[in-house]
């Protein structure tokens, strides 16, 4: 649904859709916190709260770098549990991972039509996700948290994107599910679509399907 007036965007002129990850592309919630919770029981330390929305948003938004950073505050063993992430494999917890509903439906239908975009604080992780559920093949390019040198909602991300492409910033529009998503947008003077949460924004969709009406394709 459009939930605004959006009188910068002209959807005439989108060349290039790109996603956020993690909420967006698929439901990791489950996954990333049982990521962290295998690193916090490595260092013997309780589970992160589920409760602790605030946390569990962190875990989610964040890079890995910068949840243990709030995890970890004041421990000595940081560095450790830093460099014990790093080397932990991740192909294990994509068991609790589940697309989002209309991915691979919306994504083949935009693919002959617009180039296809990553921007994602993940990092190494991303591309055996996305080789997981078979949706590499979609993407002509992604940048990840190795791809730059400060992490969302540093507009790194999406200004290296209209450079790879060499595209003026309005043929750009960026969909994202948090208000790091919304904030990196905002800082690349890049056009946003808000995914199933409210975040004030002029547009925002529940389902990704909806993609269809709003570019009238």
């Known amino acids: 649904m459009i939930s605004g007036v959006a009188p910068i965007l002209n959807f005439n002129k989108v060349r290039v859709i790109i996603y956020d990850c993690d909420g967006v592309l698929c439901d990791s919630t489950k996954a990333n916190l049982k990521f962290y919770n295998h690193i916090l029981k490595e260092f013997g330390k309780p589970p992160i709260n589920e409760g602790n929305q605030k946390l569990v948003n962190i875990a989610q938004t964040r890079t890995t770098k910068e949840v243990l950073e709030v995890i ?6 940081l560095e450790e549990a830093q460099k014990f992430s790093r080397e932990t494999n991740y192909d294990p917890f994509h068991k609790w991972m589940n697309l989002e509903p209309g991915i691979p439906e919306i994504l083949e239908i935009l693919q002959n039509k617009y180039i296809l975009s990553i921007a994602t604080n993940r990092g190494k992780s991303l591309v055996k996700v996305l080789t997981h559920f078979n949706l590499n093949r979609f993407f002509d390019y992604w940048v990840t948290s190795l791809d730059v040198n400060a992490p969302k909602p540093h507009p790194d991300y999406l200004l290296k994107i209209i450079r790879h492409f060499n595209i003026a910033k309005e043929e750009a529009l960026y969909i994202g599910d948090s208000r790091v998503d919304r904030e990196t947008s905002r800082e690349a003077g890049v056009n946003f679509i808000a995914y199933k949460n ?12 909806e993609l269809r009406s709003m570019l009238g394709i």
């Open 72 to 77: 970890f505050l004041g421990d000595p063993t």
């Open 198 to 209: 409210n975040l004030d924004t002029p547009m925002e969709i529940h389902n990704h399907l």
